[in-house]
């Protein structure tokens, strides 16, 4: 039965204390609660309570197969939840915690099969945000979060888009403003014979090739229907609006890019289709030197600024009833930017 409505507590720095004890509490006795991480607003209950966790799949609409990060507020807490420590988690843990890393490795029975969709493996990881680790560590128990929006759809960047997708059907959103990095964490199974990257994010494959010997890609750039993953979000169509996406690659030079994506607009408008742009800077520069924008959303001047916008962007246009949105793939495949473009490419129905 879902509520009727659910709690939002804007943080400041007044109420900051009672907020997070009244929301742990929620969080210890069996709730549900939305919070900020520094990759996006996680839904967030007791990882080690199967009736708890029971309430986020049930709220998100999420498949039962699909595993959920286990989030934790110490490095101590890793020995209650994995079975074994491999050596090079500890380095790193050292590196890159806490922060938008999560580590696979072998769980303890104490983990419920719910919680890691049936599997042998937990996924792990160390938020850095104030607010995530002040309510992990008052709830006193490891706290299970897949991003806080129903399930397939855009991640949610901010407490308004956790309002949107889940209201009535959680107890708490905890509003503490905009995440940083706007993308989820990247994730690294470490019970493989080696490291190998499962889903891409601000921990690039570069980031972790300078502190192991071989790190392995695990992951491709579409949904499998089929495929038993460790991980989420490798299995099911995700990131997705209910606006018809269409990601215009970079296949020739900018003024050729900027062309195709105006004739793509021009096009869908002559079918009398509403129309929005994502574009990067650089593309709308071009684009406007000869064509009026209309509908348009900025992604930024790089991958780092398009990780942020590019969520907040699909959800604009979605939230106005657009049947169409364009989004422009200008974005340089390095770092952050092959986690942006893997997401893209999850979330488009069409691939130009």
């Known amino acids: 039965m879902y509520k009727t409505s659910t709690q939002l507590l804007k943080l400041n720095n ?51 197969d699909n595993p959920l990060i286990v989030h934790i507020s110490s490095k101590e807490d890793i020995s209650k939840i994995a079975l074994e420590i491999p050596d090079q988690a500890h380095k790193l843990i050292d590196l890159f915690w806490p922060g938008p890393l999560t580590l696979i490795m072998k769980r303890k029975r104490i983990v419920p099969d719910i919680t890691t969709g049936g599997l042998d493996t937990v996924a792990i990881r160390m938020p850095a945000n104030k607010i995530a680790i002040s309510l992990l560590k008052n709830s006193g128990c490891p706290i299970a979060a897949p991003s806080a929006n129903l ?3 855009p991640s949610p960047t901010t407490a308004q888009h956790v309002l949107k997708d889940l209201n009535g059907k959680i107890d708490i959103i905890i509003d503490g403003g905009d995440v ?15 490291p190998t990257i499962l889903r891409p994010g601000d921990i690039s494959y ?31 169509k995700h990131y997705s609006p209910k606006s018809h996406v269409i990601l215009a ?34 593309t709308s520069q071009h684009i406007k030197s000869y064509y009026h924008l209309n509908n348009s959303f900025s992604l930024g001047k790089n991958a780092i600024d398009a ?9 604009y246009f ?8 364009i989004v ?25």
Do not use: W
């Open 206 to 236: 570069n980031d972790l090739c300078a502190h192991l010997d071989r790190v392995e890609v695990g992951y491709n750039n579409n949904a499998e229907e089929s495929k038993i993953v460790k991980s989420p979000g490798l299995k099911y």
């Open 151 to 153: 399930s397939g759809k």
């Open 249 to 282: 690659l970079l296949t020739s030079t900018i003024e050729k890019h900027a062309e195709k994506i105006v004739q793509l607009q021009k096009e869908n408008k002559e079918k009398k289709k509403k129309v929005g742009l994502l574009l990067m800077e650089e």
């Open 180 to 194: 940083t990095i706007g993308l989820e964490s990247t994730v690294l199974d470490l019970t493989s014979s080696y």
């Open 14 to 64: 007044k109420n900051f204390n009672r907020y997070i004890e009244y929301a742990s509490s929620v969080v210890y006795n069996g709730g549900t609660v939305a919070f900020p991480t520094e990759t996006v607003y996680g839904l967030g209950a007791n990882a080690l309570e199967h009736s708890a966790v029971s309430k986020i799949f049930e709220a998100k609409g999420r498949p039962a």
């Open 318 to 325: 979605d939230d106005n009833n657009f049947d169409i949105i």
């Open 307 to 315: 990780g942020k916008a590019l969520f907040r962007g699909l959800r």
């Open 328 to 352: 422009d793939g200008n974005i340089n495949n390095e770092g952050i930017g092959v986690a942006v473009l893997n997401r893209l490419r999850k979330a488009a129905d069409e691939i130009l």
